[in-house]
């Protein structure tokens, strides 16, 4: 049985249940994987993490990136992508439009309000160049950039707005664990009553470790964390006995009580964090970016950055707001089940992932190899963190070129095997220029690619990587346009099919796995043709240009730290055509037995 008969027979048998307890908890349903609210959620974290990067002034991604996508602003793709990426993720629920006057679904509601907060705060940055909480404390960004964007002042910065965005996360958590959209009379003061001493106290513990306020309110902090568990005792019990609730969840109290879960904890990791600040006089993200609470005092403690700090933590506060959001809409807790079992089948290659990474970081101290010749794991991270501005804006620039290349390449392959399989004589033409292409070395063609096309034009690289791409297109199309069975062919020909009817109705469905194949063997072609290409000249921007450049300089930690980023890049382009490969086919066999 499909996914889509088995949501709805579900949907027909049991009341409207929010986010957490949309699917009843049948072994059936809670196994089938939900991709489109996965992948939609993904996608939506990731844009608000760019996002915040984007728009913050001494995190320096919008200065690195610049206008490089094409002429036009990356911080423009990033602000459309988060939008459709957030409204998809909305409606990846079933029938949420039409179920948007329901009781039940004001909590999808509140988690969406959350998440436009934030997408509308960036759009206007991006769009209008203004920044709302800027013009809020009367700062200018540019002057403020300059200021702190000093190597001291970066990561006591980066440490107090990550410990912002756990605020924001905290204080969304609370509202949502409130549901003032669900009013009931009887419980309405009570409920109010601990909602507002939580908010007041995940405020009150955000001042307590900020490291600018005097030792006085610091110690404070063990009343306000007291407080605060207080009233989250007293928000959780009023909803647990409530009797609107049974009427409301019906069958998927198991889901929803996860999600309670999920806000509990996300609670209590913030008051654990206040706690061991307050008392313990440690700050795990201090730590984490060695930064000491006398920096704190020394850098950050005039008048004259208060208000960019609180200008910046306000707009951390909303990145947590939509990330907590967005991760609520998702709700994976839904799937726990289907991620412990895609885990358990994978558990060897994550084994054999560990292993190698600590036998990695053991051998190079047992046998005290040289930094220079292999770094430790640990310092390529530590490098990564540090330069990951830079890294990511290289890749990125990176990317596009493999980008342009696999859909100029994969495009123009797809085309030409459509033809060589309609016309045999074509296919015997052109097939061994094809293989002829193929079997040129990249290393040859890329300095005669540079020389056609400019060394430094992005032009050249692009043609290297559809050199690349155009083979495995090319031979996969017309395999699986040619490999039809001939009983097929008699039946379509027997109900009197056309030429295009056939192609449309039966090619062209066998041919699509092997034209995905060949897809997803093009993406690690494209990166890999890129990078290389960028080894024998072109935009000092490259991650190409910057492996080579930092090995020539004995600086393997940097280069390192570039392949860490152009893995991340491959791997993500090979995961959009895989997601692209289940949504063009969730009828494919192999989809449908995951599924299960």
């Known amino acids: ?36 609210r996965d992948i939609a959620g993904f996608m939506t974290l990731l844009f608000i993490i760019i996002a915040y990067h984007i728009q913050h002034p001494t995190l320096l991604l919008r200065a690195q990136f610049g206008r490089s996508f094409r002429g036009e602003s990356l911080q423009e793709a990033v602000s459309i992508a988060l939008i459709f990426s957030g409204a998809f993720l909305l409606f990846s629920g079933p ?70 965005v756990f605020t924001g996360a905290a204080l969304a958590s609370v509202v949502l664990l409130w549901s003032p959209w669900d ?55 009023p909803w647990n006995q409530s009797q609107s609730r049974e009427k409301l969840l019906g069958n998927g109290k198991k889901s929803f009580e996860r999600l309670r879960l999920a806000v509990a904890l996300v609670l209590m990791l913030y008051v654990l964090h206040v706690l061991t600040v307050v008392v313990a006089d440690y700050n795990f993200f201090a730590s984490y970016y060695d930064v000491k609470t006398s920096t704190f005092t020394e850098l950050l403690g005039g008048d004259a950055q208060n208000k960019p700090l609180w200008a910046f933590d306000l707009a951390a506060m909303l990145a947590g707001v939509a990330l907590i959001s967005a991760v609520y809409l998702m709700a994976p807790w839904e799937r726990l089940g289907l991620y412990l079992t895609v885990i ?56 596009q070129n493999a980008l342009f290349g696999f859909l100029v390449g994969c495009g123009l392959g797809i085309f030409t095997g459509i033809i060589s399989a309609r016309f045999t004589q074509f296919s015997r ?34 043609a290297i990587v559809a050199v690349l791409c155009y083979f495995p297109a090319m031979i996969s199309t017309v395999r699986g346009l040619t490999s039809v069975e001939p009983i097929q062919l008699e039946l379509m020909r027997s109900y009197a099919a056309t030429e295009l009817e056939i192609f449309g109705s039966l090619r062209l469905p066998n041919a699509l796995p092997f034209v995905f194949s060949a897809l997803k063997l093009a993406t690690t072609l494209a990166m890999i043709g890129a990078i290389v290409a960028e080894f024998f000249g072109g935009s000092l921007a490259g991650l190409g240009y910057r492996i080579r450049e930092d090995a020539a300089l004995f600086r393997f930690p940097e280069s390192w730290s570039a392949i860490l980023v152009a893995s991340f890049f491959g791997i993500g382009f090979y995961m959009l055509v895989s997601s692209l490969e289940r949504a063009a086919m969730p009828w494919y066999r192999s989809f449908r037995s995951d599924s299960h």
């Open 1 to 36: 049985m499909s996914e889509q008969y088995v949501v709805k027979s579900v949907q027909a048998e049991e009341p409207i249940q929010p986010t957490a307890a949309r699917i009843a908890d049948t072994p059936e349903v809670v196994l089938r994987p939900n991709l489109n």
């Open 95 to 164: 029938k949420f439009w039409q179920k948007r006057h329901e009781p039940a679904s004001r909590l999808d509601m509140a988690l969406v309000v959350g998440l436009a907060l934030f997408a509308i705060y960036f759009f206007i940055f991006i769009w209008q160049d203004t920044n709302l909480v800027f013009d809020l404390y009367g700062l200018d960004a540019e002057t403020l950039a300059d200021e702190f964007r000093e190597e001291a002042f970066v990561n006591p910065v980066k440490t107090l707005n990550i410990t912002a």
């Open 183 to 237: 009013y009931k009379r009887q419980r309405f003061w009570l409920q109010t009553g601990a909602a507002a001493v939580a908010l007041i106290m995940v405020f009150a513990g955000y001042i307590a470790q900020h490291p600018i306020f005097s030792e006085r309110i610091r110690f404070s902090g063990l009343v306000v964390s007291l407080l605060l568990l207080a009233s989250v005792v007293g928000l959780v019990e």
């Open 344 to 399: 358990r089948g994978n558990i060897a290659p994550i084994l054999v992932a560990i292993t190698t990474i600590i036998v990695w970081e053991q051998a190079i101290h047992i046998f005290e190899i040289e930094e220079f010749l292999l770094p430790k794991p640990t310092v390529i991270w530590d490098t990564f963190k540090e330069e990951y501005p830079k890294l990511v804006a290289a890749g990125w620039f990176t990317f």
């Open 429 to 462: 033409g052109i097939l061994p220029l094809a293989i002829a292409a193929n079997s040129v070395p990249i290393i040859a063609f890329a300095p005669i690619a540079n020389f056609w096309f400019g060394v430094t034009s992005a032009n050249s690289k692009v």
